[in-house]
């Protein structure tokens, strides 16, 4: 049997990777109960779920003809990349509702139909429910604004 490298095989791969090595990496943390949960039994589902997601990617790609890859498109996978470690390194520093719209921005920007207006209503209707469900639902300690 060939196997061709199609999207679901290399998706699959990834997914399982990525479970494992979470899983590895979480091993340290107590898990807990399911009545009295500890730090690492939330990531150990997550990743457990992850690994079975890939594993099912990958029976589908031994069973059925995928697409194959055809390559990868940077535009979306740069953008949306920096969006994200961006977010990551600004958010204390510039408050989340820069980065929030800053995230909104460079995640259109991955699509070459970008249309201000539709990203401003987005950005205005994400940094809303930002506030509402984390800094003023859960009290999380998130500035909105910086804090220069």
Partial sequence: MR?????????????????????????????????????GYYPLLVASGLVLLGLILLGRALVTPGEPIEGIALRPLVFVLLGTALFGLLV??????????LVVVLARLADRDFRPVEVALLAAGLVAFIALLFWLGLSLPLHPFPKW
Avoid: Q
């Fill in 3 to 39: 196997l061709r490298l199609t999207t679901d095989l290399v998706t699959g791969l990834l997914f399982v990777s990525l479970g494992v090595f979470a899983i590895v990496y979480g091993w340290t943390y107590p898990i807990g109960t399911p009545a009295r949960i500890g730090p």
């Fill in 92 to 101: 204390e520093k510039a408050g989340f509702v820069i980065c929030g719209i």
